[in-house]
């Protein structure tokens, strides 16, 4: 873009112009139309919908995870182009579901009467690796309890089969991703803390980062209402930036 405006100067220069000058205001009338939309969470708490984050070669961006319970014979449908680690995470999210049902209030023949359908929207773009797991687990339990998940709300991270959150890569530009998105709230694993250390000052004073180690510290930050029973409520770690040090600390 930078180049092509060059070329355009250049011309307009040669042409007999003495300036040109590009601003917001004639931006488009020069490049045209807009390319790129701008990213932004959904204003309103949606039910089996959460904001995901991915890495890309060009930075973060949000990867919202949709799922769908449908009456049916207990079939996976996983659509939005994904990868086959995509595809594992969220098989293992099933069945650490399956296992926990009971304790979320989920009727625990959910994966014999429903269809579960998980999509990740942008058909058109590939997408895989092992980060997703924390968002698809958070939007069935969703689905299937009828909570809505919080808008502001961006979580990344894997979960094994017993629902441990595991750590993944690239937290600094999923981070961006998510102050650019709107997002005030951002769940990472605890084993990511260390890399809060990368992310500006800018991000750390708009989004609070909330590290945790298992899936069911998410369900009383993420969800609008509580699920299943208080045992799977627990205590959370806060990331906040002090204004003194400049620095994130954690409070309990």
């Not at 040669?14 to 488009?28: H, L, M, P, W």
């Not at 009456?71 to 926990?100: I, P, Q, Y």
């Not at 004073?205 to 298992?214: G, N």
Request: proline residues 3%; glycine residues 8%; negative net charge.
């Amino acid at each position: 873009m930078i180049a092509s405006l060059c070329r355009k100067a250049s011309v307009a220069l040669e042409s007999g112009r003495k300036t040109f000058k590009v601003t917001a205001d004639n931006i488009e009338s020069i490049l045209g139309k807009k390319i790129y939309i701008k990213e932004a969470v959904s204003a309103e708490n949606q039910v089996g919908t959460v904001n995901g984050l991915a890495w890309t070669s060009v930075g973060g961006t949000i990867l919202p995870i949709e799922i769908s319970a449908l009456d049916g014979t207990g079939k996976l449908e996983l659509t939005g182009n994904l990868g086959d680690v995509m595809k594992e995470s969220a098989k293992t999210a099933v069945s650490f579901v399956r296992a926990r049902s009971s304790v979320y209030g989920i009727d625990t023949d959910f994966y014999k009467n429903k269809d579960i359908h998980i999509h990740a929207p942008e058909g058109a773009v590939p997408k895989d690796g092992p980060s997703a797991g924390l968002a698809i687990t958070t939007a069935l339990v969703s689905e299937l309890t009828g909570v809505a998940i919080k808008s502001n709300v961006a979580m990344t991270g894997e979960i094994s089969l017993k629902g441990k959150a595991l750590p993944i890569g690239g937290l600094k530009e999923k981070s961006m991703a998510a102050y650019k998105a709107g997002c005030d709230t951002v769940i990472i694993p605890a084993d990511n803390e260390k890399d809060l250390e990368e992310i500006s000052d800018e991000v750390k004073y708009a989004v609070e980062f909330i590290t945790v180690t298992s899936f069911d510290e998410i369900l009383p930050l993420a969800f609008e209402s509580s699920i299943g029973s208080k045992n799977t409520k627990s205590e959370k770690q806060v990331i906040v930036a002090d204004e003194k040090t400049h620095r994130s600390v954690i409070t309990q």
